[in-house]
């Protein structure tokens, strides 16, 4: 049983939206910061946006343009990624991560401590 668990990706077409969900299983998402990453063929896994411990921060990557919007919900123990105008590029597996030792969610992956199995998103044009 791994800590966070991911879903909610699927298939969408260009242009469309999909909403992200990552779940803590034996953990508090509130006491983390907490990323989702992606990472697509051929491609190092890349930062999208973050959510500080306790949910009073986010941050974002300039790329994405304002598309991607990270929450969380304290009663359901869960963090979403909301994404609007969603292109080929976007398509990857996503993965949630959790950092215990940082208040703001850093960019790199290696700082993070508990990872989900991911969830694929494809983008068809």
């Known amino acids: 049983q791994v800590p966070l668990i991911e879903s909610g990706g699927g298939l969408v077409q260009a242009g469309g939206s999909l909403r992200l969900s990552c779940a803590g299983f034996g953990l508090t998402l509130s006491a983390y910061s907490i990323a989702w990453f992606r990472q697509a063929p051929g491609k190092e896994r890349e930062f999208v946006a973050g959510?500080?411990?306790?949910?009073?921060?986010?941050k974002y990557v300039d790329p994405l343009k304002g598309r991607f919007t990270i929450s969380g919900d304290n009663a359901l123990n869960t963090v979403e990624l909301r994404m609007n105008s969603l292109n080929s590029e976007d398509t990857a597996v996503y993965y949630c991560?959790?950092?215990?030792?940082?208040?703001?969610?850093?960019?790199?992956?290696?700082?993070?401590?508990?990872w989900g199995q991911g969830t694929q998103v494809t983008v068809s044009s």
């Open positions: 959510l500080s411990r306790s949910g009073g921060a986010t």
């Open positions: 991560a959790a950092d215990r030792d940082n208040w703001y969610p850093p960019l790199s992956d290696h700082e993070y401590d508990y």
